[in-house]
C-alpha cells in the first residue's frame, strides 16, 4: 500500500462558475485558473500522482498548454488514475478537506463524494470530503481563494500482486 498527500489554492473570482468535487456550487464568485479550477479535483489528483510517486499534476497538465483551457478536472483525475494503474495500483480510499469561508460545503458534499467516487472507481463509503472554515483568518478567511487538502492510498492491484508473489 502507498499514501499520497495533495494540496491546493485557487484564487475566488466574479465570473466564474464555483465547481468543487464536480459539482457545480450556486455562488457569487468562481474559482480562477487554466481548466474548470476545480480546487478539490486537483488535490485529489495530486495526491493519486504522489502516491505511486509519479510527477504533479502540472507535468501532465501544464498551465502554459492552450489544450488545457477550460477542461474539467474530472478528466485530470481521471488521468492520473490511469497513470496509476498503469504503474500496478488501484486507489483504496480518499479523504479530503475543503477550507472555504463560504458557501458550505455540506449540502454538496454526497454529490461530491458520488462524482468523486465514480471517477475513482471505488464506493462512495471510501471517499470523503470534510468543508471548514480558516476562522476569518488569512485570504481564504477572508474569501480571496478556496483551498483543498487531500489524502489517497493506493493499493497494489491484484494482478501486480499476483505477479509480484510468484
Ligand atoms: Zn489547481
Redesign the pocket.
Known amino acids: 500500500m502507498r499514501i499520497g498527500i495533495g494540496y491546493?489554492?485557487?484564487q475566488l473570482k466574479k465570473g466564474r462558475p464555483l465547481k468543487l468535487g464536480g459539482v457545480t456550487l450556486p455562488f457569487s464568485l468562481g474559482l480562477e485558473?487554466h481548466?474548470d479550477?476545480?480546487?478539490l479535483l486537483?488535490?485529489i489528483t495530486d495526491a493519486v500522482l504522489g502516491a505511486a510517486a509519479l510527477p504533479d499534476?502540472g507535468h501532465y497538465f501544464p498551465p502554459s498548454d492552450p489544450a488545457i483551457k477550460g477542461i474539467s478536472?474530472t478528466t485530470m483525475l481521471s488521468r492520473a488514475v490511469q497513470e496509476a494503474r498503469k504503474a500496478g495500483y488501484d486507489v483504496g480510499n480518499v479523504d479530503s478537506v475543503v477550507i472555504a469561508e463560504a458557501p458550505k460545503i455540506a449540502p454538496y458534499r454526497e454529490r461530491m463524494r458520488k462524482n468523486i467516487a465514480r471517477t475513482l472507481g471505488v464506493p462512495v463509503s471510501s471517499v470523503q470530503v470534510k468543508g471548514k472554515t480558516n476562522e476569518g483568518l488569512d485570504a481564504v478567511g477572508k474569501g480571496h481563494a478556496i483551498a483543498a487538502h487531500a489524502v489517497v492510498l493506493l493499493k497494489q492491484s491484484d494482478c501486480e500482486y499476483r505477479i509480484s508473489k510468484r
Open positions: 491546493d489554492i485557487h485558473g481548466s479550477a476545480d480546487v486537483h488535490a499534476i478536472s
